[in-house]
Each structure stands twice: as structure tokens, then as C-alpha cells.
């Protein structure tokens, strides 16, 4: 199914903590405003103001454990994917999170290791092909549990929707 | 020469014989009313000028939490602790989500014979009680509760006879829209209606609040009714007194309006320049009903919905939002059965507040949205998005156009 | 060897015989909820996916709660762009101003055993205390079963928590759940099924089961669950249901393979409260008395429900809330807001000095009650995570009906237990 294979994302790196939660990456309020680009500018505002204004595309977030705990509001993975987020690592996911990062075609990958070695500012590949995680100036090569076949697809069909839209195409 | 009731108060106020409109004087109110819509602008100016220093008459000094009640962001929920903090640092009075500050106001202090100021264009309430009561800006409140003193200049007054009277469907609230609609909104721009006449006789002390309250929008400082022994029992044990206007007190208007036979007004967008009969805009589809305010939130208007609203429900798609104007008034429709009925109509009964009136915080209209409402204003973009419409009449009018889902004339032809 | 009661119903779902942890299933779903704070980002995605029609409009219920009474411009553009996708799809359940969703879902009649139920709200988690598998999603994977009627699932592993003995009184539901967390922690449940068994669970009220199930997310776990009993029959008894066909036995009765499994004493429990700014900062209240509170909140999908509000009032009755603390009471839904004023609840809450506010997710979804910088709120409902129900620097602590009344009344977080009578 999938056209094109993602192998490799690579960034500069975020640093954060454990338990991002959603109302920190998408703070409530600003959940009925129309567009998730508009939502964007005030995503992780009650941690980093002007979040959007700092980051550049291609960025990876780095975090503890249990990043993404909490609500079901898939804007949470939305708006790093409309902010050009390359992936986001952390120890651990919450279970909601996860699914509505690759069905929005944003890469998670759970390792534990690597976020207390890491600081902001990094340079970071990840090779999802061989599941490791290389970082610039360190000789430590990171692995990772491989992404499940589910994910590595949604991941490069580019979300559930390019896939449902494959699905519903009258040439299928 | 006579002398008009508000001449005879601020005469009583300043000490002074013989006031008479044009006077400027200085005087200490009975009362002064702060809200949570701009006490804290006053706090933080007298924080700055005078410190720590105390407030002159902090047992007149009110302060009311109620138009974003409960607090919807951080930054309110701040105004509010700010007005806590300094209401016990100084002394003042504080009403803390207990209802709209003009019923709270009229529920609590306010006696015949008074001036009440308050930050608040409604202050102008308190005439129904056969008291003076006078919006003010932030900044004269500071040097109030500094000083204990104010200044004002005495405002000519316009007599406005009521002829007659309404029956139901047709209320107090009709009647004061006919009169803005007759008058034009700025017939009485920096002067006192005073309404006399069987017409406002007859009414009851609820009815002539709801008469005072929206003279503001016809340009009024103060609505006023001379004060009769309705008074007494409506608010008893309070130190009353009584001033009347001399039969031969000068005016600078007079208007007779004739009450019989009056239709169900209704205010249309965005002025009170365009009030008509609800029958002329029968037929307009809205999204949204509201019930509550300074105006009309009280238990005669709860009442008068309720006997509409009994056995019926309100039109899909269409909110219909009640607001009680106090705690006391919610315990009162609650004792009475109203708050359920309200419920079993599909209504969403909000806490005491000023919320779709004030249009800051809760019960807000989107854009392309028509409301009707038993509000003081339908100004642009006042109860939510300025791309919403607002109708304001009566509760009974607002409560048929809930169930029909479309502006209803409570009179059939 | 037996399967979990959850895996039961993924093999049921996808028509498969046996299904084992781990594995990726396509399920069958018998009930969608989507409430108003999502529904049009949903509807955008089902367009988007390119389909024209939802596969059983029967099956699919909108809830209006977040944005109830509309506290925004933007509230006004989610009803109408609900409406009009419900008109056109044909979906007759659309409730407006009702309640929340997880309270509207049961008491409509939308809730079965041994049903699969998505809604998009992590605390959809709630239905497990009718036996049914029930979790939140995301809004575009919600399109995605409008169009298909299905739904891809990981198959989780259980965690079977046996509860026995009965509660002390002024411990409840509540203090059981955030005890859990506490042990367990955030992610201590990441993925999972969180199956709760035993005498303890059997001598809960529905009311008290959803308490739990509703709090499983915030162990991470995929659902909460508990089998169908005489009590859940008895629930369904009461709207002429029956639930004879449901009888599920535990997956402990069964012999199911389990990822592991607690056990707790519920007599030995004693009331919990759930320290800023993680649900998983679990205390004992006696280490957390003497806080001083600013305001109390008694509501949401977790704690608002008429047994909850009859806990507080019963606590509240005849006293005055310490005049320096707000405390707000949101029931959950518009029934139970009716019913509380026919019992004289409303009456006791007002009276003591409470706001009740009308039915909906109020301020756990951050409407109406906002704590300021420096505040301290005790809350009933799910989550404290900072600036979700306050500013930035304001703190919240998660408790019991209870523990939120009593607090209520002397104006510092305090042990309930001295106030029951």
C-alpha cells in the first residue's frame, strides 16, 4: 500500500519532562477555535509560550514517561504535526496519544534510555529501518522495539486519512 | 418653585436648601457599588495612589462579584481574588456569587431617600425604590472610598405620565420599551425619568425596577418613582424616607403615554432606535432564548416563563438559558417548583449571574446567531460573537419564542 | 484456560474464536459517542476520507457538554455544524445541554454488556462498569468507523484488581480508584485492561462502579471493566432490559491469563486524595489535612452523579461553607439535577452558601470556576494537571464526595470521616 518508505527522521532536539500531558501540549480553551493551525500557536503554552515561534520543522521532541497522558483530544498530536514536528521519543506513551500520533502520520518511538542522556539542542537520526537512534557527538547507538506494521503503515501512508481516502477512492 | 423628588435628594445629601438642577455639589452617597466588571481597575489605581491606606467608609463601601460568575479564565478568577483581598483588608462589604449587584443591591441596602453610585450604568435601578442611584466611572469610585466624598451635578429631570395600565401577557417590560421606542434613545441624555401617573402607581416595586433599570437606555442618568407605601412592604425595616415632587417642580419635558392597549414590544438590532410590536418581527427564527438580568431575572419574571414554559419544551436546536438575578430569587424558583419546570422544558438554568446579558463569560451567541433576550441592550456583539443578532423582550415573549423556536407574539389576534 | 473478559468481547467483535494478547484485531463497534467539543473536527475527517455515508446512524449518539452553557463565540459553530451533519446523516441522538456524555451515554439507554462503545473522550473508559469494552479515540479514527462501522484494536493485556471486604463509612469509590493510581501509577496500567473483581466490587453501586471504571485512563489503561452481576441486572431491570445473555463471570473465575493481579482490602482503605500536579501523586488525606482551600468543586463524569451529591449534602446539611471558599456543584446531567432538587439536595447546597451550576462538563473541562495564581481548589473530579482548572500557579487536589464537602465547610482539606453522620 504504501507508496513512498519513511526511513530516516532526523532533528534538533526538545527536552522535556515526564507526563506531558494534553492539556499542557493543547490546553483546553483553545479547542474550539476552527483550525488546528490556529490551535497551534498556543500549543505546550502553559509550559513554553510561543512554543511555535521557537521550534524549527523537523524538530523531535524528547520526554519522559507517560507523554500524552489524559484527554482523547487528538489535537494534541495535530498540532505537532501541522508545527513540523520530526518525531517525538519519550520512555513511555499514553495509550490515546499514541494512536492519534500515527494516525495523524506523526512518528512516536518509545525508548527509554536515551531521554537522561540527551539535552536541548541535540542532533538526533532515527533509523527506523534497523530501529536505532544515533545522536551526534556520542559513540551510543540507541536501539528501539520496532514500530508494529499497523504503525509503519499509517505512518507512510501519512495518517488515517490519506488511508481511508485510498480505501474510498472510486479506482481502488 | 417646587423642587423635583431628585432635587429634594441631593438637597437632603448635601446638606445644602434649595438644590436645584445645574447645581454642582458634593456629597457623600449612601452607598457605592463596585463589580467584578471593573473593580479591579479601581484597586489597582487606589493600590497605587494611596497604598495601604483605608478606605473612608468601608460600611458603605459594596463590593459584588457576579458578571463572571463562576470564573471563567485565570484572569477573572484574579479580578476576583483581588476584590476578596481588599474587601477584607478594608472592611467593604462583599457579595461573592450571590446574584446581580442591583438586585443584591435592592435586596440588601438600598432604602427610599438614598443616592447609591455605582461602577455600573444600571445603578439607575434604584429609583424604583425612591432612592437616587447614579452609574459612575472607576476612577471617581478611587476618590470615593478615599475621600468619602463625591461631586455631581444635579441633572434636570423629564416627567413621563403613565396613563392607564398593562394586563398579561403585556408587562413592565413592554411598557418600558414602548416608552424608549416612544422617547427615542437619546430623549433624556443626562437627565432623570421620572415616571408618575396611575400607570406607575399601580405597578408593583418589581415592575417599577424593571421600568428604572432600563432608563440608562433611553439615555436617563437615573429612573425614578415617587416612593409610596409599596416601599414599606416590599423592603421593610429599612430607614426609609419619603420625598416627593412638588406639583409645581419644573421639568425640563413632559410626556403622557397611555398604557391601554399596549402590545408586546420587542427591540430590534443593534439600538433601542428600533423597537416595534413583536408582531411586526413574528416569524424571525433564533438560536437562542434568554431569561434573567438585572432586568428580568427576577421571581415575577421566573413566574410569568414558567406558567408559559409549564408542559411544553423548548424547540430543538434553540438554547434556552435561565438566569435567577440573586441566590435568594434561585432558592425562592426552586421552593416554588419553577427551577424544575424550567428543566423539564429543556432550559439550561445557569447560577445567578449577569452571563448572556453581559456577554463576557457564559451563555454566549455565535456568529450569524439570533437571540432573544430579557436583557438591558442589544448592542452589537454585547451577548457573544458581532456577527449575532439581539431582540430584547419580555420574559413571557422570550419564553413563547423558545417553544415555537421563532420571535412569537404572546397576543394572538 | 479461560480469556479475560475483555478479550471475550474483541474475539466476539471480530468474529474470531480466541484472540490473544498483543495481537491487532479489526472489531465490529456498537455505539459511537462524539461529544460537541470534537464533533467538527470528526465530521471534517469523514469528509475527508471520502465518505458519504454513516454506516448506521442508529448507532451513533452527540453529546453537547464541553461547551454547555456555550462559554465561547466558536460554541455556537460546533451545535450548528453538529445539526446540520445529524440532519443530513439521518442520526436522530443528539442531546443538547443534557449532561455529560458518560452520564448521558447509561442513562439513555446507549450502554450495554458485552457491547463495544468508542467515544471521543478519553473517559469513555466509564462503560466498563456495565461490562462493556469502551475506550476514547482520537476524531479522525472516530471518522473512520462513522464510515466503516469498525475499528482496529490492539488486543491488551489485563491487570485483574480483587477487591474484597466492604468500606469503611466516608471512604467510597473514589478513595478506591485514586488508591489504585497511587499504587500502580500514571502508566501503570499503560495499554492495558484494568479488571476490577471480587466480593468488594460486587457490593458497589453502579454509580460507584462508573467512579472507577471512569479513572481507569488515568492509570493509562486502555479500558476499565468489571463483570455483570446482579447489580448490573438490576440496573437494566429497572428500563424493562434484560441482561441474561450478558452474565459474564470475572476473568479471575475464568482462569484467564492475566498480566498480573492486586489485591486490596476494602475495609482497610482509608479516604485518598490525589496530590498536584499528577492523578498518580496519591496521599492519604490525613497527610494533606490543614491545606487551606479556596474553592471546591463537586461534579463531572467522575463524581456527580446523584449518590455523590446526597453524600455531600448529607454532609453539608444544617452547616455553613466556610465563607472563604466558593463551592460550585455541577450535577451530571439534567435527570440528576431534577432528581436532586425533588430529594431537597439543591435546597441543603444552596442554603449552606453552594453555586449549582446547570449540568454539563463545567469545570473540568475549564468553564465556570477558574482558580487564580496562589489558589487551592479540592476537586471530585478526574484529573489536577496544571492550568486545566486554573491558572499556572493555582493547585488542585483530587478527593472523595466527601472529602470535598467536609473540606467545603471548614475551608481546609480535611478527613471526611469526622463529618459523617
Known amino acids: 500500500m504504501p507508496s513512498k518508505r519513511i526511513i530516516n527522521i532526523s532533528g534538533r532536539i526538545w527536552k522535556f519532562g515526564d507526563n506531558i500531558d494534553t492539556d ?21 503554552e502553559p509550559l513554553i509560550p510561543d512554543f511555535h515561534t521557537k521550534i524549527q520543522p523537523g524538530d523531535i521532541l524528547v520526554g519522559g514517561e507517560n507523554w500524552g497522558c489524559g484527554s482523547s483530544r487528538e489535537q494534541a498530536a495535530a498540532v505537532l504535526k501541522i508545527l513540523q514536528i520530526g518525531a517525538v521519543i519519550a520512555k513511555s506513551f499514553a495509550r490515546i496519544f499514541y494512536r492519534n500520533a500515527f494516525t495523524n502520520g506523526l512518528c512516536l518511538i518509545g525508548q527509554p534510555g536515551l531521554v537522561d542522556s540527551v539535552k536541548d539542542g541535540d542532533k538526533i537520526c532515527i533509523d527506523l529501518i534497523n530501529s536505532t537512534i544515533q545522536i551526534d557527538n556520542q559513540s551510543t547507538t540507541y536501539n528501539f522495539s520496532p514500530l508494529s506494521s499497523m504503525m509503519y503503515d499509517l505512518l507512510n501512508a501519512g495518517g488515517l486519512i490519506p488511508y481511508m481516502q485510498k480505501v474510498n477512492s472510486p479506482n481502488r | 418653585m417646587g423642587y423635583t423628588i431628585t432635587e429634594k435628594l441631593f438637597s437632603r445629601v448635601s446638606g445644602r436648601p434649595n438644590v436645584i438642577s445645574g447645581d454642582i455639589i458634593t456629597f457623600t452617597p449612601d452607598w457605592s457599588m463596585a463589580n467584578d466588571a471593573t473593580a479591579h481597575i479601581s484597586i489597582d489605581l487606589y493600590r497605587s495612589e494611596y497604598g495601604k491606606e483605608c478606605v473612608k467608609l468601608p460600611e458603605r463601601s459594596v463590593l459584588i462579584i457576579d458578571h463572571n460568575v463562576p470564573a ?9 481574588k483581588k476584590m476578596r483581598n481588599f474587601a477584607i ?20 441596602h438600598v432604602a427610599a431617600g438614598q443616592i447609591i453610585v455605582g461602577c455600573d450604568s444600571h445603578s439607575c435601578t434604584y429609583g424604583a425604590i425612591g432612592a ?5 466611572g472607576c476612577t471617581d469610585i478611587v476618590y470615593l472610598w478615599k475621600t468619602g466624598e463625591l461631586w455631581w451635578y444635579v441633572p434636570e429631570s423629564i416627567c413621563i405620565e403613565l396613563i392607564g395600565g398593562v394586563k398579561e401577557p403585556v408587562t413592565a417590560r413592554d411598557v418600558i420599551l414602548a416608552i424608549i421606542g416612544q422617547l427615542g434613545p437619546d430623549a433624556a ?3 432623570v425619568m421620572e415616571f408618575t401617573g396611575v400607570g406607575v402607581h399601580n405597578m408593583s416595586i418589581p415592575e417599577r425596577i424593571v421600568l428604572c433599570n432600563m432608563a440608562v437606555e433611553g439615555g ?8 409610596d407605601e409599596k416601599v414599606i412592604s416590599f423592603l421593610p425595616g429599612r430607614p426609609h424616607q419619603f420625598f416627593k415632587s412638588d406639583a409645581d417642580a419644573r421639568y425640563y419635558s413632559s410626556y403622557s403615554i397611555n398604557l391601554n392597549g399596549l402590545d408586546p414590544m420587542i427591540a430590534c438590532p443593534h439600538s433601542m432606535e428600533n423597537i416595534v410590536p413583536v408582531s411586526r418581527v413574528e416569524g424571525l427564527s433564533i438560536n437562542q432564548a434568554f431569561i434573567g438580568s438585572c432586568n428580568n431575572g427576577r421571581i415575577e419574571d421566573l413566574r410569568a416563563a414558567a406558567k408559559v414554559l409549564k408542559g411544553n419544551k423548548v424547540k430543538k436546536a434553540v438554547r434556552l438559558v435561565i438566569s435567577p438575578a440573586s441566590i435568594n430569587i434561585y432558592r425562592q424558583a426552586l421552593q416554588e417548583g419553577l427551577i424544575d419546570i424550567f428543566l423539564e422544558a429543556g432550559a439550561q438554568v445557569l447560577n445567578p449571574s449577569c452571563s448572556t446579558c453581559w456577554g463576557g463569560c457564559t451563555g454566549l451567541v455565535g456568529d450569524g446567531e439570533r437571540l432573544i433576550s430579557t436583557g438591558t441592550r442589544n448592542f452589537k456583539g454585547r451577548s457573544g460573537s458581532h456577527k449575532s443578532e439581539i431582540y430584547l423582550a419580555s420574559a413571557i415573549t422570550t419564553a413563547v419564542s423558545a417553544i415555537e423556536g421563532v420571535i412569537t407574539c404572546p397576543v394572538k389576534e | 484456560m479461560g480469556n479475560t473478559i475483555t478479550e471475550k468481547i474483541i474475539a466476539l467483535k471480530s468474529e474470531q474464536k480466541k484472540v490473544n494478547p498483543g495481537e491487532f484485531h479489526q472489531i465490529k463497534v456498537d455505539r459511537v459517542m462524539i461529544h460537541d467539543l470534537f464533533g467538527p473536527f470528526v465530521i471534517q475527517q469523514f469528509r475527508k476520507m471520502g465518505f458519504k455515508k454513516v454506516w448506521d446512524p442508529t448507532r451513533v449518539v452527540f453529546i453537547f457538554d464541553h461547551l454547555v452553557p456555550a462559554n465561547t463565540i466558536e460554541a455556537a459553530r460546533h451545535f450548528q455544524e453538529i445539526f446540520n451533519f445529524a440532519d443530513k446523516m439521518n442520526i436522530s441522538n443528539v442531546f443538547e445541554a443534557e449532561g455529560i456524555c458518560h452520564q448521558i451515554m447509561p442513562e439513555k439507554g446507549f450502554v450495554y454488556p458485552g457491547d463495544v462503545i468508542m467515544g471521543t473522550d478519553s473517559h469513555t473508559c466509564t462503560y466498563g462498569a456495565f461490562g462493556s469494552f469502551s475506550t476514547g479515540i482520537g476524531y479522525t479514527e472516530m471518522a473512520a468507523i462513522l464510515g466503516t462501522g469498525e475499528i482496529w484494536v490492539k488486543v491488551p493485556e489485563t491487570i485483574l484488581f480483587k477487591l474484597s471486604g466492604k468500606l469503611p463509612s466516608g471512604v467510597d469509590a473514589k478513595d478506591i480508584i485514586l488508591k489504585i493510581i497511587g499504587d500502580i501509577g500514571t502508566d501503570g496500567a499503560t495499554y492495558k485492561t484494568m479488571e476490577f473483581c471480587g466480593d468488594g466490587i460486587a457490593g458497589l453501586t453502579m454509580s460507584e462502579r462508573m467512579t472507577i471504571c471512569n479513572m481507569a485512563v488515568e492509570a493509562g489503561a486502555k479500558n476499565g471493566i468489571i463483570p455483570v452481576d446482579k447489580t448490573t441486572s438490576s440496573y437494566y431491570y429497572q428500563y424493562s432490559l434484560s441482561t441474561d445473555k450478558y452474565l459474564t463471570i470475572s476473568s479471575d473465575d475464568d482462569d484467564a491469563v492475566c498480566h498480573s493481579t492486586y489485591e486490596y482490602d476494602l475495609s482497610k482503605l482509608e479516604p485518598m486524595v490525589s496530590c498536584p500536579h499528577t492523578v498518580g501523586n496519591v496521599k492519604p488525606v490525613s497527610k494533606v489535612s490543614g491545606y487551606k482551600i479556596h474553592q471546591a468543586f463537586l461534579g463531572s463524569c467522575t463524581n456527580g452523579r446523584l449518590e455523590d451529591l446526597r453524600i455531600a449534602a448529607s454532609i453539608i446539611r444544617g452547616r455553613r461553607i466556610n465563607p472563604q471558599v466558593r463551592f460550585i456543584v455541577t450535577p451530571a446531567s439534567r435527570k440528576i439535577y431534577r ?39 479540592i476537586s471530585s473530579n478526574n484529573r489536577n494537571y496544571i492550568g486545566r482548572m486554573g491558572s499556572k500557579d493555582s493547585e488542585v487536589f483530587l478527593g472523595s464526595p466527601a472529602t470535598v464537602a467536609a473540606s467545603a465547610l471548614t475551608g481546609y482539606i480535611v478527613d471526611p470521616r469526622e463529618f459523617i453522620r
Open chain 1, 24 to 44: 499542557i501540549i493543547m490546553p483546553v480553551k483553545y479547542l474550539s477555535l476552527s483550525s488546528i493551525g490556529e490551535m497551534s500557536q498556543y500549543a505546550f
Open chain 2, 220 to 227: 436617563a442618568v437615573c429612573g425614578i418613582v415617587e416612593p
Open chain 3, 339 to 377: 432528581e436532586a432538587i425533588r430529594e431537597g439536595l439543591v435546597q441543603i447546597l444552596i442554603d449552606s452558601g453552594a453555586i449549582v451550576t446547570h449540568p454539563g462538563c463545567g469545570l473540568c473541562a475549564g468553564n465556570g470556576g477558574i482558580i487564580g495564581d496562589g489558589e487551592r481548589m
Open chain 2, 189 to 191: 441624555i443626562g437627565r
Open chain 2, 72 to 80: 471563567d479564565s485565570p484572569s477573572t478568577a484574579w479580578v476576583h
Open chain 2, 132 to 136: 437616587f442611584g447614579g452609574g459612575i
Open chain 2, 89 to 108: 483588608e478594608q472592611g467593604m462589604l462583599l457579595y461573592d456569587a450571590k446574584g446581580i449587584c442591583h438586585q443584591i443591591m435592592i435586596e440588601n
